[in-house]
Nanobody, 119 residues
């Protein structure tokens, strides 16, 4: 099992910046990928960014160029730096950790943190 604890989030003005962090505990050696997803009211959960064990990153199209994901393996923590925030970035942001065992992917989720952008 993997436990994820998120911090950061809150209210920021449009054009501002915000940082999120997510600390993992438990069976962390089994984690292949860590990332952030978000879910806005009435919308499906979507990928914001993910980072693989080796450091390769993936970003959602709607945030490319505005966010940076990083990972501190020594602290078992993943960070999300978001810049130039827009009202359309308003959502609950969820930390995700994934591992693959015998071809089956297991996903773990944090409790979510609200990001609100005022226009």
């Amino acid at each position: 099992q993997v436990q994820l604890v998120e911090s950061g989030g809150g209210l920021v003005q449009a054009g501002g910046a915000l940082s999120l962090s997510c600390a993992a505990s438990g069976s962390i050696w089994e984690i292949d990928t860590m990332g952030w997803y978000r879910q806005a009211p009435g919308k499906q959960r979507e990928l914001v960014a993910s980072i693989f064990r080796g450091g390769r990153t993936t970003y959602g199209d709607s945030v490319k160029g505005r966010v940076t994901i990083s990972r501190d393996n020594a602290k078992n923590t993943v960070y999300l730096q978001m810049n130039s925030l827009k009202p359309e970035d308003i959502a609950v942001y969820y930390c995700n950790a994934a591992r693959v065992v015998s071809g089956t992917e297991y996903n773990y989720w944090g409790q979510g943190t609200q990001v609100t952008v005022s226009s």
